[in-house]
């Protein structure tokens, strides 16, 4: 399996598809970030500030808020970062380095970001953590879902081909890469190097490691004891 990002991705419904090519596995482009993002926004002229952003917001001097876009009070857009048109970074929302926010996004309240890429209509609204990840078209988080992204013996993170075996990325950090349209319950934890498909579902409270094929559904079904309340 070569995992190319068209088995993953829609290449519409971003603005920055130089980023992938379709002859290498999709996480590469996780390792381009920085480069591509100081070659975009210093290829911008002036203002690199277009959208709305509230005065008790902090925003770094290497960031680009489209027309549209708007970052509410005490956010902080740490950048490199290009938040796209349209999209809302809510209050008390995180940015770090190198993160590419694509249109009509949305970025919740205690969530943090780290060198990711999130595609047209994403939406992680609600204490949420994505590092070293690519999230996909109408892809969505639920409340309290971690993209972890370091394994922790600190090795490069590895992904398991159909045959068995274990590809290195020569990624030591890479948390996950979710398809258009995929579903995260809430409270999950994706594994450092796991691939979702397209149009999938992962039932909240799921511990995920691995890859996930398009259109499937992870049942998480925990037992529960109900018994009669003692005096």
């Known amino acids: 399996m070569n995992f190319p990002p068209s088995e993953y991705l829609d290449f519409s419904q971003t603005d920055h598809a130089a980023l992938f090519s379709g002859d290498e596995p ?5 390792g381009l970030i920085e480069t591509y993002l100081y070659k975009v926004i ?12 509230h005065e008790s917001a902090i925003i770094g001097t290497q960031v680009y808020i489209a027309a549209g876009a708007t970052v509410e ?3 902080v857009i740490k950048g490199p970062a ?4 349209g999209s809302i970074v809510r209050s008390g929302a995180y940015v770090r380095e190198n993160v590419i926010v694509g249109n009509d996004c949305v970025l919740g309240n205690s969530s943090e970001f780290k060198n990711c890429i999130l ?7 609600h204490f949420n953590y ?5 999230l996909g078209h109408k892809a969505h988080l639920g409340a309290g879902v971690i993209c972890s992204n370091v394994r922790l013996d600190r090795r490069n993170v590895t992904v398991r081909n159909g045959a068995g075996g ?22 999950s934890v994706l594994s450092p190097g796991s691939l979702l498909g397209r149009d999938c579902i992962v039932y909240p409270l799921t511990s995920w490691q691995g ?10 079904h925990q037992p529960l004891q109900i018994v009669r309340r003692r005096d």
């Open 82 to 85: 290009w938040i796209g048109a």
């Open 166 to 187: 274990l590809i290195d990325t020569g990624l030591r950090k890479f948390g996950a890469i979710i398809g258009d349209r995929t579903e995260v319950g809430c409270n």
């Open 73 to 75: 009070a005490n956010a």
């Open 130 to 134: 994505v590092g070293d990840s690519i």
């Open 26 to 30: 999709v996480w590469s482009a996780i």
């Open 42 to 53: 210093f290829g911008i002229s002036a203002p690199l500030i277009r959208g709305m952003v």
């Open 211 to 220: 890859v996930l094929g398009e259109g499937q559904i992870v049942k998480n």
């Open 119 to 125: 595609f047209n209509q994403c939406e992680v609204p």
